[in-house]
């Protein structure tokens, strides 16, 4: 309001100085500041005054477009590819990290986590004062369908932020789009801030809303090993009554999958799977919520919750009710490391992110986080919801025949696992091949 009443007294100021040059003519002022001059200057006082009001006019509506846009923090950064200097250095806030591709058409991606109308960016150039970027801004609700809001060179010469104003747009998610720059073909970005209205709604991603189950998923993970989980705007995954078995499987499984046709290295892929995970298990019993397939039988990440004595973990006390939640990931050795993220109690629930980025892998639970480039194969593929373990909850030995239904309902009968169920509400999916 400063700005607008310094506008308005210099305005002001601006028209009795125009009145005291017209020679001759008497100039009243009444209390609203407004000048008043005889019949014959009142056109002249009328322009005046009309041209006050419009730039005063204008300039509030610039001040109150100003303090209206806010700042929002994405909730993930994605890249179409980079040399090492990765996606997450355009949010840490430093000018001397960066992302960095090579060759036209690179894109990095952020996601709002909620819909806003973007008002515009803050983009600052690795190198922004040596050469001109071209880029396209381009936003989208489903990550899928994307509307460009703005296109051309960088505006200033300058490796400090500079504004980008777009069209304003609803949207989740902004992508920004590289072709080089004017000495060779790399796009590098310091630092990405983006500015939107709105108090932000509709998160959910990959085209579902309002809580529902994206589309997306459902179009992908068409391939459901126990039957179909969907019941209204959750999936519950029930093992006990499912109870399918495969050949090489140690108990029963009720999951959803990526179909064989789709199936990609994981170098080649992007895909994120979010969701609130309410988990109600016996105690002593064992399950894997999430986990990503080689194309053989091996795995490449396994998602656990748990309350058996394994070593290594927040509890690792068998049967008290407490279960472990921990993920094992391969790296590009072949070798596997396990690394604890929490505990919860039967019917707790907690959210849980995975996401694999052309590789490099990143699983966070229960306010922990474990990334790291994984060993990928010809055709990986993501698997989840409830895959309930056949193994004694002290020591972790199989009790069971792989395979055999049987031998698994006489497991976990012994060890009185009667209740085994997984409800995932509030999901995201996305997958860009």
Known sequence: MILFGMCQQSLTSYVINQSEVVAGFEDTLIPTNLIFLKEHTMEK????????????????????????????????????????????????????????????????????????????????????????????????????????????????????????????????????????????????????????????????????????????????????????????????FNALQAQYTTPNGNGWRHEMKVPPADRLPMDQTYELLQADYKIDLSDGGKMIVAQYHTSGLGTTMKVYVSDTNESGFFDSTHTNGIFDVYVRMRNTSGTELKFPLGTIQSGDTFNLRVENNYGSLTVSALGTTQQMTVQTSSADYLKFGNYLQSQNPNGNVNCGTKGDSNSFAACYNSFNINTALVTMTNITYQRIE
């Open 45 to 236: 006082t009328h322009f005046a005054s009309r041209v006050s009001q419009f730039v005063i006019a204008l300039l509030s509506l610039l001040y109150f477009s100003v303090v209206s846009a806010a700042e929002v923090e994405p909730v993930s950064v994605t890249a179409s590819s980079h040399d090492g200097n990765v996606p997450g250095n355009t949010l840490d806030g430093s000018l001397s990290t960066r992302w960095s591709a090579q060759g036209n058409g690179q894109w990095i991606r952020f996601d709002l986590g909620n819909t806003y109308t973007v008002d515009n960016l803050r983009i600052a150039f690795y190198k922004g004062n040596q050469r001109t970027a071209n880029i396209d801004i381009q936003v989208s609700s489903n990550a899928s369908s994307w509307s460009t809001v703005w296109s051309g060179p960088q505006p200033l010469s300058t490796t400090g932020l500079q504004n980008f104003e777009v069209t304003d747009t609803s949207a989740r998610y902004v992508r920004i789009v590289g072709y080089g720059n004017t000495s060779n073909n790399w796009n590098s970005l310091t630092e990405v801030d983006i500015y939107v209205t709105g108090s932000g709604s509709g998160g959910g991603g990959g085209g579902g809303s309002n809580g529902q189950i994206p589309q997306l998923l459902l179009d992908t993970m068409d391939d459901s090993e126990g039957g179909s989980p969907v019941q209204g705007n959750s999936l519950v």
